[in-house]
């Protein structure tokens, strides 16, 4: 009888998850949570490199189907936030980023696969004289740390100008203790 109870049960648990839920998005199941990040960026390939530290909160959206962040940093000393939403196109087979924040203020948009242990999506930019190519890449480093890198090409990717660097650690809440360095 036991047995009959657990299939059940299991069969309605997996009932019970929308189609969009499916598949792909457990492989970024770690992304959700509370973050104390460090964010290195810089505004032009020479330029110099600010160090910051910022709070996220990443939660799992729309049952499931969608993750949802609320970055909060500075830059230039002014105050910057950021919104995001991650999410996996079932029928294109790719994930799909995006992202806005308060010093740009234009959603941008960026699509791409995994490859190896790296989520890697792009978008482009128009920019005065043409298009820039971008790449956002996302890495777990372990259960408690992953990785986000914003790059920029000129030259439709032949080269890669490293702009951002996200590096994440779970904050430490209720029953769980400091990530260790």
Same mark, same amino acid.
């Given at each position: 009888? %036991?047995?009959?109870?657990?299939? !059940? !049960?299991?069969? !309605?648990?997996?009932?019970?998850?929308?189609?969009?839920?499916?598949?792909?998005?457990?492989?970024?199941?770690?992304?959700?949570?509370?973050? #104390?990040?460090?964010?290195?960026?810089?505004?032009? @390939?020479?330029?110099?490199? @600010?160090?910051?530290?910022?709070?996220?909160? %990443?939660?799992?959206?729309?049952?499931?189907?969608?993750?949802?962040?609320?970055?909060?940093?500075?830059?230039?000393? #002014?105050?910057?936030?950021?919104?995001? %939403?991650?999410?996996?196109?079932?029928?294109?087979?790719?994930?799909?980023?995006?992202?806005?924040?308060?010093?740009?203020?234009?959603?941008?948009?960026? @699509?791409?696969?995994? !490859?190896?242990?790296?989520? %890697?999506?792009?978008?482009?930019?128009?920019?005065?004289?043409? =298009?820039?190519?971008?790449?956002?890449?996302?890495?777990? #480093?372990?259960?408690?740390?992953?990785?986000?890198?914003?790059?920029?090409?000129?030259?439709?990717? =032949?080269?890669?100008?490293?702009?951002?660097?996200?590096?994440?650690?779970?904050?430490?809440?209720?029953?769980? @203790?400091?990530?260790?360095?």
């Amino acid at each position: 009888m %036991i047995p009959a109870l657990l299939l !059940t !049960t299991f069969v !309605t648990a997996q009932a019970a998850l929308p189609p969009c839920r499916v598949g792909a998005l457990d492989e970024v199941a770690f992304y959700a949570g509370t973050w #104390q990040v460090t964010v290195a960026a810089r505004m032009s @390939e020479r330029g110099r490199w @600010e160090k910051t530290d910022a709070a996220s909160t %990443i939660v799992a959206d729309l049952k499931g189907c969608a993750f949802v962040e609320h970055l909060e940093t500075t830059r230039q000393g #002014q105050p910057l936030q950021l919104l995001a %939403i991650l999410t996996y196109d079932h029928n294109g087979d790719r994930w799909q980023y995006a992202v806005t924040d308060t010093e740009h203020g234009r959603m941008q948009t960026y @699509e791409g696969r995994r !490859t190896g242990d790296a989520f %890697i999506l792009r978008g482009t930019l128009e920019v005065p004289g043409g =298009k820039v190519l971008l790449r956002r890449t996302l890495r777990r #480093q372990s259960a408690d740390a992953f990785t986000w890198e914003s790059a920029r090409s000129p030259d439709q990717g =032949k080269t890669w100008d490293v702009t951002t660097r996200f590096e994440y650690r779970r904050s430490a809440g209720p029953g769980r @203790e400091p990530p260790r360095q």
